[in-house]
């Protein structure tokens, strides 16, 4: 098999119980489900449930038991998110903004009574796709999510207005990741990861420059300036 960001072969790394969730609970379902690293850029990908339909992601992963894997995707997540956002770009930010992979919108709605110009777009839940670009994109713990990551950001890209920038959350692997890592755990939908090479190449074939904020959040934009204006719009010291 060949890996989806460079196209170079991949290895097996072993096999977990489709039950493996974050919050380290027994998984209920031990089914293995094999995961693969690619031998250049070390990305790591699940191919048997990155092949699943949205029916069976649905029916195996994104029911009605997926809370209890994933708590915080209800309140907390959202609000943390929103509160780091008006840290950093303040209240009233008046550049259109586009929550890419909203879920529900909770953060959306949040940013909103804050005088935000925000907007939920999810393929799954807020799937009517929309037709203006956005300065701002944000997608919160999407790409892991992703049955083909580059697919993904193509399609942020696709959104993105001249000087935009997309801002993103998810942890990158590297080449020493193994099936032990928390984070890569099937029952909470996390089947794609890349590492800062794989983020960087896929900057490189979309014509974005790759950066990070800290371990968690990153940055994808259209100039090495894109995020710097942005925040300068808005008074913020940055």
């Not at 037709?131 to 193509?154: D, G, M």
Request: hydrophobic share 35%; with cysteine.
């Amino acid at each position: 098999m060949k890996c989806q960001i460079c196209n170079n072969s991949m290895v097996s790394i072993g096999t977990v119980p489709m039950g493996k969730n974050c919050e380290k609970l027994e998984a209920v379902d031990i089914t293995p489900v094999e995961y693969f690293k690619c031998n250049k850029c070390y990305s790591i990908q699940c191919p048997e449930i990155i092949n699943w339909t949205s029916i069976e992601m649905a029916e195996k992963i994104y029911n009605q038991d997926y809370v209890i894997y994933d708590p915080d995707y209800i309140h907390n997540r959202p609000y943390n998110y929103a509160k780091s956002f008006i840290d950093i770009f303040g209240t009233s930010f008046k550049e259109s903004h586009l929550d890419y992979g909203s879920g529900a919108g909770v953060m959306v709605e949040i940013l909103k009574e804050y005088g935000w110009n925000s907007n939920a777009y999810d393929p799954f839940s807020f799937n009517i796709r929309p037709t203006k670009k956005f300065k701002l994109i944000t997608a919160i713990e999407v790409v892991e999510h992703s049955q083909n990551i580059q697919n993904t950001i193509l399609d942020m890209v696709s959104f993105l207005d001249r000087d935009g920038v997309i801002l993103f959350s998810t942890l990158l692997c590297d080449s020493n990741t193994d099936t032990s890592w928390w984070y890569l755990a099937p029952r909470n939908g996390h089947i794609n990861f890349m590492t800062e090479t794989g983020a960087k190449l896929i900057g490189k074939n979309t014509s974005l420059f790759f950066s990070s904020l800290d371990q968690n959040m990153h940055i994808y934009q259209r100039s090495r300036n894109g995020m710097k204006n942005l925040v300068r719009g808005t008074g913020i010291k940055w």
